[in-house]
């Protein structure tokens, strides 16, 4: 199959970029909503605050990305067999849990300044439930752990390591068994067992994988997209599907009672949108518009997981020290190089403690199965 050639996308740097700093905002903004709301107009507070709701798509925004740059990342490096596997696992690692037990400890500094360690988000079952990466928003009162140390940002990234994990073995179940089977049945399969386990989670028992499973929606499609990008390979009809299912949703979801689905039905909506501009920017020269995006944002997106992961406990320690909203704005110019500083240094860690066979288990169960037939 012809191949696009292709290297790094600076395009998508710009929109993590982007999307970190809608995120950004929104905290600011949810956390000086008074001081905003008593010194603007209400016409200005409240294009403010629409675009603080955007903060949800943001995080959708990044899963979507994720998605699509695993797939330009396996075609330079295909998982073809362990030893691509354990190198895919251990790359993966390596760019998440630096930054990631980096903002644990921020948010436990923190805790310790503000003298608040003694409430349930800094218990140390709850940051064992951050380690093992099943922690899940706050808002969802059956959850097994929550985002350490009031980390709020820290619930999606646990979506991301099971997304990570959960991929490979995707990738070759499809592979090996289902390669013949029609992209839209092995869709709807996929959505049917999420539904399932949405089920199994508000009847009979809370299970954060089931939750986990429901982003993956949103992720996979981020891969399938880049299928067009890659091999030129169109799904129009796949993701006229999603759009128009995504927008239904979201029309009627003062109707819909799981915010689950509400959330599947955003991403899906999202990755039809992305997946349609995607071809048709695709049609035309859109370089100097590339070109000036890159010029604003592409430096931010560098550094756009480490704003993500570690900006919440400062704003939370400047709203309980009362720092004033003018500080706090000029604090972020400098917080944000020095993530950028931070993120393009934590990426040339080699941490060669985490280059394991991660599959050595797998390969043992299959070895003592065999011994025993």
């Known amino acids: 199959m012809k191949t696009r050639d292709f290297g790094r996308l600076k395009i998508l740097d710009s929109i993590r970029g982007i999307a970190a700093l809608v995120v950004l905002y929104h905290h600011i903004f949810k956390l ?3 001081v905003l709301k ?7 507070y409240e294009i403010m605050h629409f675009i603080s709701s955007l903060n949800f798509e943001a995080v959708l925004l990044f899963f979507i990305i994720s998605g699509f740059s695993i797939a330009l990342s396996t075609v330079k490096r295909p998982l073809k067999d362990r030893n691509t596997v354990n190198t895919y696992i251990y790359r993966r690692l390596k760019r998440i849990l630096p930054i990631y037990w980096l903002a644990i400890l921020l948010a436990f500094a923190t805790g ?6 003694h409430l349930n988000d800094f218990s140390f079952v709850n940051l064992l439930g951050n380690l093992l990466f099943v922690q899940t928003s706050a808002s969802i ?7 350490y140390g009031l980390n709020g940002p820290l619930w999606s990234l646990a979506f991301e390591m099971f997304f990570y994990l959960l991929f490979p073995l995707v990738y070759f179940l499809n592979k090996k068994w289902f390669k013949k089977i029609n992209l839209h049945t092995k869709y709807a399969c996929l959505v049917a067992i999420v539904l399932l386990g949405i089920i199994v989670n508000k009847k009979l028992v809370f299970i954060p994988y089931f ?21 030129w390979k169109k799904r129009n009809s796949f993701f006229l599907a999603n759009l128009l299912i995504g927008l239904a949703v979201t029309i009627g979801s003062s109707q819909i009672p799981s915010e689950t689905v509400k959330v599947i039905g955003k991403g899906m909506l999202l990755n039809g949108l992305f997946y349609f501009i995607m071809i048709i920017l695709d049609q035309y020269d859109t370089h ?10 592409f430096k931010i997106g560098e550094g756009s997981y480490t704003i993500y992961a570690l900006h919440y406990p400062i704003l939370i320690y400047f709203q309980k020290q009362g720092i004033s909203l003018k500080y706090q704005l000029l604090f972020i110019p400098p917080f944000i ?7 393009k240094r934590s990426l040339q860690w080699k941490l060669k403690f985490l280059e394991l066979d991660y599959l050595k288990p797998l390969y043992f169960f299959k070895k003592e199965s065999l011994v025993k037939k």
């Not at 008593?38 to 200005?44: I, Y």
């Open 288 to 297: 100097k518009f590339q070109n000036f995006i890159n010029k604003l944002f």
């Open 112 to 117: 310790a300044v503000l003298g608040i360690l």
């Open 337 to 343: 190089i020095c993530c950028y500083l931070l993120e």
């Open 141 to 147: 009162p059956e959850s097994w752990a929550v985002p």
């Open 38 to 44: 008593n010194n603007l107009s209400n016409t200005v």
């Open 211 to 231: 939750l986990f499973l429901g982003g993956f929606i949103t992720w996979i499609q981020g891969y399938i997209s880049a299928e067009y990008y890659i091999y």
């Open 32 to 34: 000086n909503k008074d």
